[in-house]
């Protein structure tokens, strides 16, 4: 199976100014494009040949599970992302007010796992077997449904992700990122 970087349902200016083009340009069309073909180079003649990627995710180690999991995960933040947002459902609301209090308390919790990351890696709002609402950190190409974590939502936290539009400022790329979150893409996952 020859994996292939899946579209954006958005032009790459259309995020700007939270991301701009050029962020889009280098973060979806070179570091996730790279992922996606050292996976190809690395599954060839493999046990993972025949496996969807989220199937590699769940068994492979070392470097197959590395490059599978940031297609993963890039394929998921990306996907998430909308321009101008989108209004919180209702279904979704109220798990959050359940687990964090409110929403305004979820943003500061969420804000602060993905500030605090140490290094590169991923904060995540995740479902778990109880089916309830957590925020978790992975480091580097982690990612939680090998923990037995639904994701729900993620943030690329790797400078990668806004050394262009914010350099070091990476609280500010998380701040601006909440609004163009799909928040209707993410109470569809639950
Ligand atoms: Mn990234």
Redesign the pocket.
């Known amino acids: 199976m020859i994996h292939s970087i899946p579209e954006l349902p958005y032009p790459h200016d259309a995020l700007s100014p939270v991301l701009s083009a050029e962020t889009i340009e280098y ?1 979806y069309g070179k ?2 494009q790279t992922y996606i073909d050292n996976l190809n180079k690395l599954v060839e003649d493999s046990p993972y040949e025949d496996m969807e990627i989220d199937e590699i995710v769940m068994k492979a180690g070392g470097a197959v599970f590395n490059n599978a999991a940031q297609a993963w995960n ?1 394929d998921f ?1 990306f996907q998430t992302l909308v321009p101008g947002g989108t209004e919180m459902p209702e279904i979704l609301e109220e798990k959050i007010v359940k687990a964090f209090g409110s929403t305004a308390d979820f943003k500061a919790d969420f804000i602060k796992a993905a500030a605090t990351l140490f290094g590169s890696g991923w904060a995540w709002l995740c479902e778990d077997k109880e089916e309830n609402l957590v925020i978790t950190q992975t480091q580097n190409a982690e990612n939680p449904m090998t923990q037995g974590l639904k994701p729900l939502l993620t943030v ?1 936290v ?1 400078e ?2 806004y050394y262009i539009d914010y350099r070091n400022r990476r609280a500010a790329y998380l701040e601006a990122l909440w609004d163009i979150i799909d928040w209707k893409k993410v109470a569809g996952r639950l």
Do not use: G, I, K
Request: aromatic fraction near 34%; proline fraction near 0%; glycine fraction near 0%.
């Open positions: 973060h570091h996730f890039h933040y690329d790797w990668h992700a």
